[in-house]
């Protein structure tokens, strides 16, 4: 603080003035300016005012103004922190590095609290390749106070749920100052609160290359990564963070999970196994490695973790669900009594409760309690849909957009050759509708390699549907028409290149069963050509309700309303039959029923259409043990599973609204592809 002079009483004192005008400096440097002038008239030399003549300058853009005044002041008190940081402020906006950094330099010996200070110094240090240094300060300043006042507003909005606001702050300051990485850390998590994910992650890296030592926004950046399935390079990053501190429970914790979500279920076991030895009352711990074990074909030792995690948490659902997601454990009588006191509690956290309303319900639909298990699958299901909000109309008029955009002209216009030698084949349609099944024969194939449910295409829509940084649906995929073939080739290699992480064999085909990329069909078309698109579809009453009474914890989130999943089912097929008329021949579509029915002839439609030859392996896929993720694990593991084809008759007169919604789908669902009887 710039110290009083000498007989100053009779007038404001250089400190209260120096405090009253230090407010105008962001709301009015002009008028901070004029005050300072005013008072430099009347007490020349005075440090305050110089100082604050200096700021407001700078803040106008006239930084060689500011350092007019700054050169001499410094000169004359080398020893004030504050004219030493605006110095180096001054020198910085002026682009002359080495004088800033030592300035700045100055600055920080003389008051360590400086977070300004060590911002800059950050920002010059990295400027002149000084990397290392420049990650020490940034560290320095990220450790201290919030003292910038856009910064302090921006948290106080957050903390108060109101995110557009601080948002608004926090993109105006980054404006005048682009390399400040508390606010890119800030905009990123919001981003992610917000689910604008691609650019939570761009912001997020822009930080920690600047400061890479910044552990909370590489945390931040491993959660982004996981929301948008980027498995392998959140695990990249987590791994860092290990290396840092191997010891870290929360490190240790995600990064056995990660580890299980890229199929290295080995590493994840044994790390689960480290962790339950330090920790064996962690009853999340026991869910995941029992999902670990389960997706390693060890069903046996999976239920035995499930249950070990019900035992020691009876109020976490986690067990519970995860038991009853295995689909071929029947609980004992004393688990469903346990499960349903739980649910008798008032204190029972509606995310715990959803968990267990949906394992009940499973207990109950195998012992034939139907009416009772509907009950707690719709109990489970409005429990989850209170957590998010779903626009049923946003899905209506993606596809409205899509049938009114992709015309036969379209595509006839835009013919291209194949991106790569590489063949993607895309498996679409409703989950649980059999997409595993016809996965599980196709990845039994010497030339077909499974990988996951990718979320590449979702991430290319979703980049393509944003306008100056904000999300804007409407969009897309209308600016698809104005894509030049360069373009669409890059989109593609873009794909290509980031599937890669999931493709290890080499083969030259492989899978991407995510089933929402029917939406994206279109797009697909464009930027992979050669690809081949499934189209999987069973009854809309059995995939309807198996959507419905099966709790996807990441997405689908259409799948918690018996309307709303008929709605989707409904601009599912009638988008499906555009295509079909639009570019006959570009889906092949597989029943169900008729797949259970006629295994061995749906089956050699199928590699005739992939262009690949008959394998009796594809026959016996139940014997592939592969690693296989979803619910459907263990059923894919057996020969054709038939019981499943008319579950859905027993809950029949509860199903009103579903039916009510589908409509017309429900007559034209099984409607024969052009040249196909």
């Known amino acids: ?14 400190q209260i003035f120096f405090a009253r005008t230090s407010r105008l ?22 440090a305050a005012a110089g100082l604050i003549l200096a700021a407001a300058r700078r803040r106008q853009g006239d ?14 008190h080398p020893r004030e922190p504050g004219i030493q940081n605006e110095l180096g402020q001054c020198l910085a906006a002026l682009g002359r590095a080495a004088e800033a950094t030592a300035a700045l330099r100055r600055a920080v010996s003389l008051k360590p609290d400086l977070s300004a200070a060590w911002r800059t110094l950050g920002e010059q240090l990295f400027r002149v390749g000084e990397a290392a240094a420049a990650d020490v300060a ?34 105006s300051h980054l404006g005048r100052h682009p390399a400040d990485v508390l606010a890119l850390w800030m905009l990123g998590d919001i981003g992610d609160r917000m689910t604008f994910f691609d650019e939570a992650a761009i912001l997020l890296e822009r930080c920690l290359t600047l400061a890479p030592g910044f552990r909370t926004a590489r945390l931040t950046l491993v959660r982004v990564l996981q929301r948008q399935r980027r498995e392998r390079e959140a695990l990249a990053q987590i791994e860092r963070l290990m290396a840092l501190d191997p010891t870290n429970p929360a490190y240790r914790k995600l990064t056995a999970t990660l580890l299980d979500a890229v199929g290295e279920h080995a590493r994840a076991i044994t790390l689960f196994e480290s962790i339950l030895a330090g920790e064996p009352g962690a009853a999340s711990m026991w869910v995941g490695y029992g999902n670990a074990l ?33 689909k071929t454990v029947r609980f004992t009588p004393e688990e469903e009594a346990a499960m349903a006191a739980q649910l008798g509690r008032t204190d029972l956290p509606p995310r715990e409760a959803l968990l267990i309303h949906n394992a009940l319900g499973k207990a109950l639909e195998d012992r034939g309690e139907h009416a009772t298990s509907f009950e707690h699958y719709a109990r ?64 039994s194939h010497s030339m077909v390699e499974a990988t996951a449910e990718l979320a590449e ?59 929402h990329n029917f939406l994206h069909i279109g797009l697909i078309r464009l930027i992979l050509p050669q690809a081949r698109i499934i189209d999987v579809r069973r009854h809309p009453m059995a995939a309807g309700f198996s959507v419905f009474k099966q709790h996807f914890p990441g997405g689908h989130l259409f799948s918690c309303d018996l309307t709303e999943i008929g709605l989707y089912y409904r601009d599912y097929v ?22 259970v029915s006629d295994t061995e002839s749906e089956i050699r439609r199928l590699l005739d259409y992939c262009d690949l030859p008959f394998e009796q392996a594809c026959l016996d896929f139940h014997d592939n043990r592969r690693v296989v993720r979803t619910p459907s694990a263990y059923q894919v593991r057996r020969p054709i599973f038939r019981e499943a084809l008319d579950q859905w008759r027993n809950y029949e007169p509860l199903l009103g609204p579903l039916k009510a919604a589908l409509g017309p789908a429900l007559l034209t669902w099984r409607k024969p592809q052009p040249g196909r009887s």
Not at 29 to 41: D, K, T, V, W
Request: hydrophobic share 45%; net charge neutral; proline share 6%.
């Open 1 to 14: 603080m710039v110290t009083e002079p000498h007989g100053s009483s009779a007038v404001e004192t250089a």
């Open 457 to 515: 295409i979702m991430h290319l829509a979703g980049r393509l549907q944003r306008k100056g940084g904000r999300l804007a649906p409407e969009a897309y995929p209308a600016c698809l028409a104005d894509l030049p073939a360069d373009a669409r080739r890059t989109l593609g290699e873009a794909y290509l290149a980031g599937t890669q992480a999931h493709r290890r064999l080499g083969r030259p085909f492989f899978i991407d069963k995510t089933p």
């Open 25 to 46: 400096l962001d709301a009015d440097p002009r008028q901070a300016e004029n005050e300072a002038a005013a008072r430099l008239r009347h007490t020349p030399g005075e």
């Open 380 to 443: 489970s299901a409005r429990l989850r849909r209170a957590e998010f909000h779903y626009d049923a109309a946003a899905a209506t008029d993606l596809a409205r957009r899509s049938m009114a955009l992709f015309t036969p002209a379209f595509f006839a216009d835009r013919a291209a050759e194949p991106v790569a030698t590489t063949t993607p084949i895309f498996i679409v349609g409703l989950p649980r509708a059999g997409s595993t099944l016809v996965e599980q024969i196709l990845a």
């Open 63 to 76: 930084p060689a103004g500011a350092l007019m005044v700054l050169s001499p002041l410094a000169d004359l």
């Open 294 to 326: 389960k997706a390693a074909g060890r069903g046996d030792e999976a239920v035995g973790a499930f249950r070990r995690a019900m035992e020691i948490a009876p109020a976490s659902g986690g067990g519970y669900w995860s038991l009853a997601n295995l």
């Open 574 to 595: 009638g988008l499906m039959d555009h295509y079909d008329r639009a570019a006959p021949g570009m889906v092949h579509r597989i029943i169900y029923e008729d797949l």
């Open 138 to 171: 940034f560290g320095r300043y990220i450790a201290l106070p919030v003292k910038e006042q856009a910064l302090v507003e921006a948290d106080a909005a957050m903390r108060q749920g109101r995110l557009e606001l601080a948002e608004r702050g926090l993109r």
